[in-house]
């Protein structure tokens, strides 16, 4: 008889493709932590086919292309986009953020030739912390060419535009400058117009808005981790694996959905899933003896820095956690 504590991604709702981890910037907020350090491998069409294909058969016919920074590969960009189309795959839009501007010329003619293969949105990003690597004239020269060639903007998120317009836009600006300009509850409010996700490289900088809880009463926590059969935002990566929730670092192999993860092949999503962060914390500290810090932001911040501790100094080479890259570039 199947149990029913075994995690089973049996429908997608909504999500997108991590095409590649590799970055020109290294954002203080990204959940899956991108940066110029990661590998620069783009997915290839075999695994785009199947990740599309089995993302169709789990009832979901439209997905958001995102990384890392699509862009910086644009012959596999324009060949994803070539793979949607083939297999009836509809993209809503494609993350950037537009570091890759050289000129008005080309921009438009990239812009213009990724239209006739189905590119009809770009989200842009806008932010302070994008701010911090890309010159500010490279994101209005984007949106300009996207008019020009007739491709919609999504800009991610508007509402900074006019903080980071008062700086000069020739060169990227540190974000020092920002609190010293609008204060030092900068960063609090930001949290505030800003969604980010309290994952990843974020988690740093959250604990400067959120605090920080005692260690001993985030192990008490048997609530389970039901984050991970969220599926309205997932994503799949390069790779072909599939990361529950937004619980980036982990992930399930696109062989494994549609039917229970078994607690074999599975056994830290299956304590989560079962007995949340106190099932984890217990297994790893009885198995493999690790000590906590004395606080965390969350039962979040503290998982991840379980799953550091496995993947970076057990050297855990498993199917449950990775890319290694994501661990080593936090
Ligand atoms: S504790 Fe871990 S598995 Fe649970 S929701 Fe947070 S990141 Fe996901």
């Not at 984007?142 to 998120?157: D, E």
């Not at 009885?286 to 810090?293: E, L, N, V």
Request: contains cysteine; aromatic residues 14%.
């Amino acid at each position: 008889m199947k149990s029913q504590h075994e995690l089973c991604i049996g429908s997608l709702r909504s999500g997108g493709l991590i095409t590649n981890y590799h970055c020109s910037s290294k954002c203080r907020h990204c959940l899956y932590a991108s940066s110029p350090r990661r590998s620069k491998d783009y997915i290839d069409e075999e695994t785009a086919v199947n990740v599309f294909k089995t993302v169709i058969s789990l009832g979901c016919y439209s997905l958001h292309i995102g990384g890392g920074e699509p862009f910086l590969n644009q012959e596999g960009l324009k060949k994803v986009l070539i793979t949607a189309g083939k297999v009836g795959m509809d993209i809503e839009y494609v993350e950037t953020n537009s570091s890759w501007f050289q000129d008005k010329d080309s921009a438009i003619r990239l812009l213009e030739g990724l239209k006739t293969n189905s590119l009809n949105t770009l989200l842009i990003s806008i932010s302070p912390f994008h701010n911090e690597f890309i010159p500010f004239y490279k994101v209005k020269e984007v949106i300009h060419a996207c008019n020009k060639a007739g491709i919609s903007v999504f800009p991610w998120i508007y509402d900074f535009y006019g903080d980071i317009d008062r700086f000069p836009d020739d060169k990227p600006v540190p974000y020092s400058l920002y609190t010293e300009t609008f204060g030092t509850d900068y960063t609090k409010k930001l949290f505030r117009r800003y969604w980010i996700h309290p994952g990843g490289r974020a988690l740093t900088a959250l604990a400067e808005v959120y605090g920080r809880k005692n260690t001993a009463l985030l192990i008490k926590d048997r609530t389970p981790c039901i984050e991970l059969a969220n599926t309205s935002h997932f994503h799949f990566d390069l790779y072909g694996d599939y990361i529950p929730g937004l619980c980036s670092g982990i992930r399930i192999g696109m062989k494994d959905m549609g039917k229970p993860l078994s607690k074999e092949k599975y056994p830290f999503i299956y304590l989560l899933y079962n007995y949340g962060i106190k099932g984890f914390y217990d297994e790893v500290v009885s198995t493999f003896g690790f000590i906590p810090k004395e606080s965390y932001i969350s039962k979040c911040d503290l998982c991840l820095d379980i799953r550091r501790f496995l993947v970076m100094e057990k050297n855990m080479d498993n199917v449950e956690f990775g890319p290694k890259g994501f661990y080593e570039e936090l």
